[in-house]
């Protein structure tokens, strides 16, 4: 039980940067949508990102997991492991940035941006010196250093945050009073000017890092890096496929459904898509606090039920957040602009699949502990086969709502074939009756919130809300032996 206390107060604190600060980064969401000219424009900020989640995937290759169980492995000489993962990380990016600044026009020409190669050399920047912060949060995280994580999160989202307004509503109402000062500013640059602050913030958070880089004195040590690449490299094709399954779909739209017509409905489903994004936000939170337990848990009885009851209990909030999303829907959409609102139907689809993706990464523990990586990387590829067989076979017929369809099953069959070949290889008590009663009766909740129409949206709310009680009132009934004990124990 020590070990889920810990969760919970790591998790709390995690969940400043994960949850409540992206949840403040929505702020931008409303402020795109509203103030870009039209989707299209929305459409390429979202392409443009997916190729950024992409690549940093690829030039972290699995290092913050090996980082963590080299590591524990040899904790007495834990900074060396730090400083030979971290150079190892920063060597490949700075390589992938060289090679991005010297062929950034014909690699524009083959994506569609030949007008705008800019946006290519400047989040390829971005996504460089993400790849050096991901080693450097991951050594905060071993450290527990939860509160310095979250401040430097916070740091970049509130500056990122900030900074946007000041471009997208101050600078024009500046602009319409003949400020003088501000002849660099183009209306027709909004884009170019998203990518650009992000750059600033990621720059800017390096420098508080500055204290943890001068550990990369100790160097590479060599003769580990041999030992570290046969460890990450099917972590690499593990993180390759698992990205792929979130991202594949605004990757290929464009050429899916090519032109202005390709970038609108792009825009509108990545739009909405964010409404869904409080599910990944949980999950995030989860993952920060939970990786190190585990790992340092290893494959002992008491670390088996722990992850057996955290199972369930990440299905039980995770539901509880669907429904929640989902009965208050009719004020959430307000996020977005009214002619994005087409696309609310991806919404809970887009949820549902990003339980599968939490419920699949805690089910992926199990390869991780023996050292089995090539497992995660040939179960997340098959998902990743499912997802784009999806995509290519139904979005030019049915546009994006076969994208969200895609994710869903893609990351449930990652789901299903990961929990039967982990319960042969390191079984683990997973509480399956009581989670599967939990998704019937937020299904049934879902459905009974779908089928009542009632014109008053107050009433509507109403009815939706005393729904969600009635679920919570299920888990606290179901529950109320083991949330005891926690409190005796807290």
């Not at 740091?155 to 400020?179: M, Q, R, T």
């Not at 602050?197 to 390096?206: D, E, G, K, R, S």
């Not at 669907?322 to 009719?330: A, E, N, S, T």
């Not at 977005?336 to 087409?342: G, L, M, N």
Request: charged share 10%; hydrophobic share 55%.
């Amino acid at each position: 039980m020590s070990s889920i206390k810990k969760l919970l107060s790591d998790s709390i604190v995690y969940g400043l940067s994960s949850i409540i600060g992206r949840f403040l980064n929505y702020l931008l969401v409303p402020l795109y949508t509203y103030k870009l000219v039209s989707s299209g424009e929305y459409g390429v900020v979202t392409n443009i990102y997916a190729y950024t989640a992409l690549l940093l995937v690829l030039l972290t290759f699995g290092m913050e997991t090996t980082f963590f169980y080299f590591a524990n492995q040899h904790k007495e000489n834990h900074r060396k492991v730090f400083s030979t993962a971290t150079w190892m990380v920063a060597f490949v990016a700075s390589l992938f940035l060289l090679i991005v600044l010297t062929f950034s026009n014909p690699i524009a020409d083959t994506l569609g941006y030949s007008n705008h190669p800019e946006y290519l050399r400047i989040m390829a920047t971005v996504v460089t010196l993400d790849a050096f912060q991901a080693m450097l949060f991951a050594f905060l995280r071993f450290q527990g250093r939860a509160w310095k994580f979250a401040a430097l999160k916070l740091l970049f989202i509130f500056l990122n945050i900030g900074l946007n307004l000041f471009v997208f509503l101050g600078i024009p109402h500046l602009a319409n009073a003949n400020a003088s000062w501000l002849n660099w500013y183009n209306p027709e640059r909004q884009v170019y000017y998203i990518f650009l602050i992000n750059l600033i913030c990621t720059a800017t958070v390096v420098l508080g890092f500055i204290p943890e880089i001068r550990y990369l004195k100790h160097g590479v040590d060599f003769s580990m890096v041999r030992n570290m690449l046969r460890y990450t490299w099917p972590l690499l094709l593990l993180g390759l496929a698992g990205i792929l399954n979130q991202v594949a779909d605004k990757i290929c739209f464009r050429f899916l459904v090519p032109g202005e017509e390709g970038d609108a409905q792009l825009g509108i489903y990545g739009a909405c898509a964010k409404i869904a994004m409080i599910m990944a936000m949980i999950t995030q939170a989860f993952r920060y606090a939970y990786e190190p337990i585990v790992f340092s848990g290893g494959r002992s009885k008491e670390n088996k039920d722990n992850q057996a009851l955290v199972m369930k209990y990440f299905v039980m909030f995770t539901l509880l957040a669907f429904l929640v999303v989902m009965g208050y829907i009719d004020i959430l959409k307000h996020i977005i602009a009214p002619r994005y609102w087409d696309g609310l139907r991806v919404v809970p689809i887009v949820m549902m699949a990003e339980i599968f993706m939490g419920i699949y990464f805690n089910l992926s523990f199990w390869y991780k502990l023996i050292a089995k990586t090539w497992w995660g990387a040939i179960i997340s590829a098959i998902g990743c086969v499912v997802l784009l067989a999806v995509n290519f076979i139904f979005v030019p017929s049915f546009g994006y709502i076969a994208c969200a369809w895609g994710g869903f099953c893609g990351y449930g069959v990652c789901m299903c074939i990961s929990y039967f070949i982990g319960q042969h290889y390191n079984p683990v008590p997973y509480p399956v009756k009581a989670i599967a009663g939990y998704f019937l009766a937020a299904m049934a909740i879902f459905a009974a919130m779908s089928a009542i129409n009632i014109k008053s949206e107050w009433l509507s709310l109403t009815v939706n809300t005393l729904l969600i009680v009635a679920y919570a009132a299920v888990i606290l009934f179901n529950e109320k032996d083991t949330l005891k004990r926690l409190m005796k124990r807290a």
